[in-house]
């Protein structure tokens, strides 16, 4: 048996947000300083909150617990 914290599916959409920081702006990047990065971020963060879209969540819980 597998223990699954609860929170499983919250942490994978924490971990896709840190990737989608980490890939196309921190490590193509070259930062001078901890401030220089924090406005990386903080720049990055507000560009991609433009247009942003709730998350919705379409499968049912049946349909990874049969039981």
């Given amino acids: 048996m597998h223990f699954a914290p609860t929170s499983t599916s919250w942490l994978d959409m924490v971990e896709r947000s840190f990737r989608d920081i980490t890939h196309p702006r921190i490590r193509r990047g070259s930062f001078t300083s901890v401030q220089a990065l924090e406005l ?23 349909a990874f617990w049969p039981w």
């Fill in 40 to 62: 990386a971020i903080d720049l990055y963060v507000a560009y991609n909150n433009i247009d942003c879209q709730p998350f919705v969540w379409t499968a049912s819980a049946k």
